[in-house]
């Protein structure tokens, strides 16, 4: 992942843009990627399209000619979607229109303005507080045109046409935990299993510019809909932060159990709340009215109330360097952990009746397994799955689905795949 | 309100009696109001009607000819359907007749022998401390026979025949918290929806002598029980306390939870306790089983064990000097808020999908809506009624309705009612 | 009960055994009892019927021939299902085989090898520490034969078909509250209700060695199965301690429900449990897969962590001399008490409408029954038990059941059976 971070992170990666379009195309040479494009002004759900935005020059420039800051330098020095402007302004129009943060006073913020437009520079607080003229000159040379978004969709075909959709945005210029790292991560993870044996069910993995993206790509799926059983949001992985698993708007959907058994096992001091009580990004999309799929996300923030999710969060800081590679990898293991758990979360429906005579069994031994048979025996109604008998006995996944196994293998049980309420 | 109560507070309104139709026909010209005669005899569920009850005289005289007390000053002094009696009675038999408070030394207790008959007389504990005197004199002239039960009916009709119905008792001789306040305001609240637009549901106030009164009014309109969604019964609403609401006992209905809502937005010292833990009235028969229609109570009394509901409860002390004029009028303002919330208390089914695209409605404003758009959106299933979504999302109905009404003026949801369980 | 268990208590009576069927034919010979035979290798679900095992001789010699101890002192010397074994053994060999309790020098352990076996001795373990010979001599002379295990059982027939299932095991050789105790408690319980009035509901009454008993009555009588709306397993009723009731696997079952009650009634030091919470016998295979009777158990354990239910568990020590007479007799007048109120816990079905006009129902009392009438009245709604009213309303089972019949008599209620769900 690393190698793929560092080669696109710093791209200009705006909504519609040739540095989006660039970054993709570079996705699609890493693996099976089809390139959903569309048009600026396409009608989807309650949204449309915005043209392509293109910055060719942004610029603050004092009366004597001398550049303060340059797009050219880095790209956050214009907002995103900035109307073109030329002139001289006063400083308080400039400042106006300029964008800082006093509590980073390093930090280039990230400013956008997709759809109530206006012309906007943004530099850092300390480069701000230098300027001190009366006046200045304002370059920004931005073009719109007409364009296509795109939606990069990696499919790995299952047995069944039921479906897991993970999901993270590839939108924001020149940076990195937000959310080029749930990018690259979630490409890894694709690659690995469409590497390994056909799985049960079907997963995509769609990459996208935030909210305007699902919205085209959801809308032009409606199809794929019904056969979403759930999905997983990711971003800001690489953080200092322990993982923190934010519930879907269905929080008793299989997937909400799995994850929570999951994370909880593989990360001790994950934490986790509800729908829209972490983060909010394309995970709304999938949850909202008509869509209603049971969209969950992983992530790594602080729990905080009021703050960023983490200190460099949309500014100039969060570049590779604030990267913890570690806590990304182990991240990625998780998610193929969550995978493998999906793929292995049936319903055990007994073929036997009474208690079983262990004695019998070769592969089950009575003394050592008593505690987990009792546990799972007498809950396997064909209705409860392996993640609700784990989470109704307090065990973890891994120890009822093992046990669950050697009933599969004596051809105690067979395996039937859950449903959805 | 405060008319109609001193003009009418002081009436024997007995069960059946000329004093509760005097009541009755007077309140039947301040509104259109059927009034429902029920003859003597009639069954009425498990009940029947009683006879009508007359007090043409009583007194208790000393053997020197002197009046002790008369019914002529106070209709109190005599129980309600007290048996006729003539005659000269030692000190214990009359003590064993003649009811008094030791708690309220100067309050004429209000005393009523229905069912189970004997002669009765009520007078002040202070009075009565007087009477040492070996023998008295009774005169209980009081005369039964067949007449008709009044039950008062104000009906508005709206476009759909589902109704609620509002009640309260009249029967109370010289009394007024309980209920003569109840009724004026129910009067007072029904002259106000005639006089406006035509509402969705129908509203029904009845005005009753208590239990029998219900009785017969549920016994011979069995037709209209399915169309009852909820009701509320309406008493003790001058007094000096906060709101007590009594809840229903189907504390789920959609009911329930509206005037819970409605309640503590309200009056924040407004308590509340399920049913037949505040007051037992005419709530208990719409309640019952074969009925089972949800009516609430809605009062204002103490929070007690075992005390009285207010201090001149069922005495002479309950006069209009005694009511909090104030008090009275914001419970009319609540009844007709909650009669305001019923009326807009839909569904909002969404005709939209997906996250919105706040930018492109003018009522939404996304910055200063953000909370209650993420809060209602994501609960707007079809199914659960504005009620539910503010209960579920801890808001008040108010701020859901309005956001609702903006999402409706967009088009973006359509209204259905909801539908009881 | 004293009578029958000091007769039978000291029997070998071992699965399948001469001993067991010494004890079951008297037992036949106090109450009209079936008995199920079952010869040895029948496939029974999962298990099938072991062998009859005789032991002809076991005891341990020293090589001067001194007979250290004997089966015939007392069945327990020897492990059931022993395999035989004649010959001179080293210390070593002879304590791999041998066992004993340090934590009750004074009491020889019950231990047995019914499926994977092996030969074994058992003895004190102060007569173990005397072992300090170098080699001794093992005389174990036991047979294995073909068999039929033997399960004998009472019906009561009732005028439905839905039936009751009581059940007891009378496997443990000269052993007494584990379990002789529960099969004479329900032999005297049945003998009783067989006295009675022909009941309502069926009862069975089920005698047999554990586990592989219940598996080869169940595997044979499946379809009963549909019609065993629960079950009581019966169990060391006879120790000093307070009841226990282990609640069943379908914890929410009227008989759960009922037990529940009915035991905190009768009991004030009950105390209640999770199902495989106190004790595993019999009523795991009731509630397992495919059967999912739910079979609630009741005994007289402590409270405890990994220790034995009762200081004489599984040992020599458990003999009649340790029985509480008072308390066996206790437990089954409780065990009749449930039985009795399984038969009155129907569903009142109110033949009224509205609130209760109480005074023209003699039997009714106003004043008196105005608590337990508000309790009941409102609850009565058609689906509700008298068992779901009493644990809805906080009442005790007596108490709604005595207010239900008042309403019987009056014919103001008709009562229908119970559905489980």
Redesign the interface.
């Known amino acids: 992942m690393e190698t793929l971070i560092r080669s696109l992170w710093h791209l200009p990666r705006d909504l519609v843009s040739d540095g989006y379009d660039q970054a993709i195309l570079a996705l699609a040479d890493q693996v099976p990627m089809a390139i959903n494009e569309y048009p600026t002004g396409t009608e989807?759900?309650?949204?449309?399209i915005p043209e392509k935005w293109t910055c060719h020059d942004a610029r603050l420039v004092t009366l004597d000619g001398e550049t303060v800051f340059s797009y050219s330098d880095n790209p956050l020095h214009v907002t995103s979607y900035s109307l073109p402007f030329s002139g001289t302004v006063d400083r308080d129009t400039l400042f106006a229109h300029l964008h800082s943060r006093a509590d980073l006073p390093n930090a280039i913020p990230f400013s956008f303005k997709y759809?109530?437009r206006d012309w906007g520079l943004c530099c850092s607080h300390s480069v701000k507080e230098t300027l001190t003229d009366d006046e200045y000159q304002v370059v920004i040379d931005t073009t719109f045109e007409p364009g296509t978004l795109k939606v990069g969709e990696v499919v790995v075909e299952g047995e069944s046409e039921e479906c897991y959709v993970f999901c993270a945005h590839l939108c924001h210029p020149a940076q990195t935990n937000d959310d080029m790292v749930g990018v690259a991560l979630g490409v890894d993870v694709f690659r690995q299993i469409l590497a390994g044996p056909k799985p049960y069910y079907t997963y995509r993995l769609v990459i996208l510019p935030e909210?305007?993206g699902?919205?085209a790509w959801?809308?032009h799926n409606?199809h794929l809909v019904p056969q979403m059983k759930g999905g997983l949001f990711l971003e800001m992985l690489g953080t200092e932060y322990p993982h923190a698993l934010q519930r879907s708007?269905t929080p008793t959907s299989q997937l909400d159990m799995l994850c929570e058994l999951i994370v909880k096992e593989a990360d001790e001091d994950a934490w986790s709340a509800d729908?829209?009580n972490i983060v909010l990004n394309d995970e709304?999309?999938f949850?909202?009215?008509?869509?209603?799929v049971p969209m969950l996300s992983l992530s790594r923030v602080q729990k905080r109330e009021g703050t960023q999710p983490y200190k460099e969060y949309h500014t100039s800081l969060d570049t590779p360097e604030s990267v913890h590679w570690e806590n990304l990898n182990k991240s990625k293991e998780l998610v193929l952990s969550i995978i493998d758990s999906i793929e292995k979360n049936f319903i055990p429906v007994?073929l036997?009746?009474?208690?079983?005579?262990c004695?019998?069994y070769e592969s089950i031994d009575y003394a050592s397994m008593f505690e987990i048979m009792?546990a799972v025996?007498?809950k396997?109604?064909g209705k409860r799955s392996i993640a609700d008998i784990a989470k109704e006995a307090r065990l973890s996944f891994r120890d009822v689905l093992d046990f669950v196994t050697i009933l599969q293998k004596e051809k105690?049980v067979k395996l039937k795949p859950p449903v959805e309420n």
């Open positions: 989807c759900f309650t949204w449309f759809y109530s909210t305007v699902s919205a959801l809308s409606q708007n729908f829209m709304r999309m949850n909202s009215p008509g869509i209603n007994p036997f009746k009474g208690e079983l005579f004695s019998r009792n025996v007498y396997m109604d105690l």
